[in-house]
């Protein structure tokens, strides 16, 4: 033990949301965990959904990797790709309407380039819906 973590110091804290834990009619227990605004996941059978994902809402380098990100639409606040990317484990999926609102929309990523939303779906085996 070192005298740092005595004080609390040098291990970083999990990050803390509110969350509601629920049943479903067949028994299965899931959790919501809210973030802000649109932003929210919901965990059920070690599972992890992630929707609408912004850094500005949740740590998301610190919460659990994603098994499904769903982006409604390509709005700034429901879709930041730094805050996908965080989540992305190898197998997981993202499902986003690449019909509608995604067709046409350009994305500024961490690093200042641009790039269509769409290509976050398409450019790395991901589907749309």
Known sequence: MSLLSI????????PEYP???????????????????ASLAISV???YIYVDPV????????LPKA?????THSHYDHLDVAAVEKLLAADSEILC???????NELLHDASGQRRHAARLCEGRGRRGL
């Open 7 to 14: 004080f609390g110091c040098g291990r970083a804290k999990t």
């Open 19 to 37: 969350a509601d834990r629920l049943s479903a009619r067949d028994g299965t227990e899931f959790t919501i965990t809210f973030f802000k605004h």
């Open 45 to 47: 059978g070690g599972k």
């Open 55 to 62: 850094s500005a809402n949740a740590d998301y380098g610190a």
């Open 67 to 71: 098994d499904v990100v769903l982006i």
């Open 97 to 103: 309407d690449l019909g509608r609102s995604f067709r």
